[in-house]
Nanobody, 114 residues
Framework: QVQLVESGGGLVQPGGSLRLSCAAS????????MGWYRQAPGKQRELVAS???????TYAQSVKGRFTISRDNTKNAVYLQMNSLKPEDTAVYYC????????WGQGTQVTVSS
């Protein structure tokens, strides 16, 4: 059974940084385009960054220039480096394929607050 495990969240002050990790027990992980999603309280889950098998990346306008997605196919892992964090980045962050192929993991909470 496919399992996605997110980690690296926490409480950070505005302007700070965090690096999220996602470990995926997925067969042939390298063929999947993967994404980081987030869901803030009372809002729908949204895709904030994605990376293809060829490592082409796309970002939501709200995080462009601040977040960087990367992947390590040898570790079946995808990462999200988040810099210059803002209070509006506060959410639970999840990883999944771009087509939301897999069951969702538990996510990791990111709270940006002074």
């Amino acid at each position: 059974q496919v399992q996605l495990v997110e980690s690296g969240g926490g409480l950070v002050q505005p302007g700070g940084s965090l690096r999220l990790s996602c470990a995926a027990s997925v067969s042939r992980f390298s063929i999947y385009a993967m994404g980081w999603y987030r869901q803030a309280p009372g809002k729908q889950r949204e895709l904030v960054a994605s990376i293809t098998s060829a490592r082409s990346t796309t970002y939501a306008q709200s995080v462009k220039g601040r977040f960087t997605i990367s992947r390590d196919n040898t570790k079946n892992a995808v990462y999200l480096q988040m810099n210059s964090l803002k209070p509006e980045d506060t959410a639970v962050y999840y990883c999944n394929s771009n087509l939301q192929t897999f069951n969702w993991g538990q996510g990791t909470q990111v709270t940006v607050s002074s």
